[in-house]
């Protein structure tokens, strides 16, 4: 049996990718960032504050955090109220004691139960974004464009009935649909967390006007390494404090670029973590190469 003639056809494919949000270049070709005060490192530290169901539906398919226990998995479930409730202000304390300034994105579900910990994070200077409605609510394609649209207007407006107006967005799960970059920016957002094509900001075209990608590497995520991974403190905290060496070693010769990592509150918040938790931001918070900032402010710079 003969292919069809356009079996083998590919109407996206293109110099360097099959997408055209951003120009394609090499590493080589790109112009070369200089943070603030010269440093050479921006540091990206992200502190998601999650609310995790009971009983999730698992549709389109499981958020990787989510409890998929047998129902009730109270374990699983508690150990991420855990975090929220204490494991967090572990991580807060650690970045406050070191002069360290991170992005939080936070569930539109929990703006009104979590307030307490809102202000904290707001009186120490932290960035807040948007992290969707919930992690059972996670964009993509088959959803449509209407239901996605109302999702995000949903999650605006939660934030602007508590006084908050963000700039920057992460999608639950870091999830796009192929529209979700359009929709985020009608909605006002200009800073987005859910890619890592490069280790600088990059500038995405939609129909709603620019978006820079920030990016957020799952290569130093804590839960990725130390959960799904089952690597060691050890090798969690050396793994980021390589990649800080390295980025300054390069600096003169590829600019500035950024260091990002995450800290999830029920994994680094854990007491068993925490002398890895501070062997890293007292290291990033001692170094004077290294400028902490939230990703507006690391956005902000390379525009």
């Given at each position: 049996?003969?292919?069809?003639?356009?079996?083998?056809?590919?109407?996206?494919?293109?110099?360097?990718?099959d997408?055209?949000?951003?120009?394609?270049?090499?590493?080589c070709?790109?112009?070369?960032?200089s943070?603030?005060?010269?440093?050479?490192?921006?540091?990206?530290?992200?502190?998601?504050?999650?609310?995790?169901m009971?009983?999730?539906?698992?549709?389109?398919?499981?958020?990787?955090?989510?409890?998929?226990?047998?129902?009730?998995?109270?374990?699983?479930?508690?150990?991420?109220?855990?975090?929220?409730?204490?494991?967090?202000?572990?991580?807060?304390?650690?970045?406050?004691?070191?002069?360290?300034?991170?992005?939080?994105?936070?569930?539109?579900?929990?703006?009104?139960?979590?307030?307490?910990?809102?202000?904290?994070?707001?009186a120490?200077?932290?960035?807040?974004?948007?992290?969707?409605?919930?992690?059972?609510?996670?964009?993509?394609?088959?959803?449509?464009?209407?239901?996605?649209?109302?999702?995000?207007?949903?999650?605006?407006?939660?934030?602007?009935?508590?006084?908050?107006?963000?700039?920057?967005?992460?999608s639950?799960?870091?999830?796009?649909?192929?529209?979700?970059?359009?929709?985020?920016?009608?909605?006002?957002?200009?800073?987005?967390?859910?890619?890592?094509?490069?280790?600088?900001?990059v500038?995405m075209?939609?129909?709603?006007?620019?978006?820079?990608?920030?990016?957020?590497?799952?290569?130093?995520?804590?839960?990725?390494?130390?959960?799904?991974?089952?690597?060691?403190?050890?090798?969690?905290?050396?793994?980021?404090?390589?990649?800080?060496?390295?980025?300054?070693?390069?600096a003169?010769?590829?600019?500035?670029?950024?260091?990002s990592?995450?800290?999830?509150?029920?994994?680094?918040?854990?007491?068993?973590?925490?002398?890895?938790?501070?062997?890293?931001?007292?290291?990033?918070?001692?170094?004077?190469?290294?400028?902490?900032?939230?990703?507006?402010?690391?956005?902000?710079?390379?525009?």
């Amino acid at each position: 049996m003969s292919l069809p003639e356009d079996y083998t056809a590919y109407p996206r494919r293109a110099y360097g990718m099959d997408q055209d949000r951003y120009d394609w270049r090499p590493e080589c070709g790109r112009q070369k960032v200089s943070w603030p005060g010269g440093k050479s490192v921006a540091g990206l530290i992200v502190v998601p504050v999650e609310e995790f169901m009971l009983k999730p539906s698992g549709k389109p398919f499981m958020h990787p955090s989510a409890v998929n226990g047998v129902y009730p998995d109270l374990r699983q479930y508690t150990a991420r109220d855990y975090g929220n409730r204490v494991g967090i202000f572990r991580i807060l304390d650690t970045l406050k004691a070191n002069g360290l300034t991170a992005t939080v994105p936070i569930n539109a579900s929990l703006l009104e139960t979590r307030r307490y910990l809102i202000d904290q994070i707001l009186a120490d200077g932290h960035e807040i974004a948007a992290y969707g409605l919930d992690t059972d609510h996670i964009h993509v394609t088959s959803l449509g464009e209407e239901t996605e649209t109302a999702w995000i207007e949903q999650t605006r407006a939660a934030f602007e009935a508590i006084g908050l107006r963000p700039r920057a967005w992460m999608s639950p799960a870091r999830q796009q649909s192929l529209v979700t970059l359009d929709l985020i920016a009608k909605a006002g957002f200009d800073v987005c967390l859910d890619w890592e094509q490069d280790s600088v900001p990059v500038t995405m075209g939609t129909s709603g006007g620019p978006v820079s990608a920030v990016p957020v590497t799952m290569e130093l995520d804590d839960r990725a390494l130390m959960i799904d991974r089952r690597q060691t403190e050890q090798s969690w905290s050396d793994q980021i404090l390589a990649a800080l060496d390295y980025l300054k070693e390069r600096a003169p010769v590829e600019g500035g670029q950024v260091l990002s990592f995450t800290l999830t509150p029920f994994v680094s918040g854990q007491p068993s973590r925490t002398w890895a938790l501070r062997k890293v931001l007292e290291a990033l918070g001692a170094d004077d190469a290294l400028w902490s900032a939230g990703a507006s402010a690391i956005a902000d710079a390379v525009k």
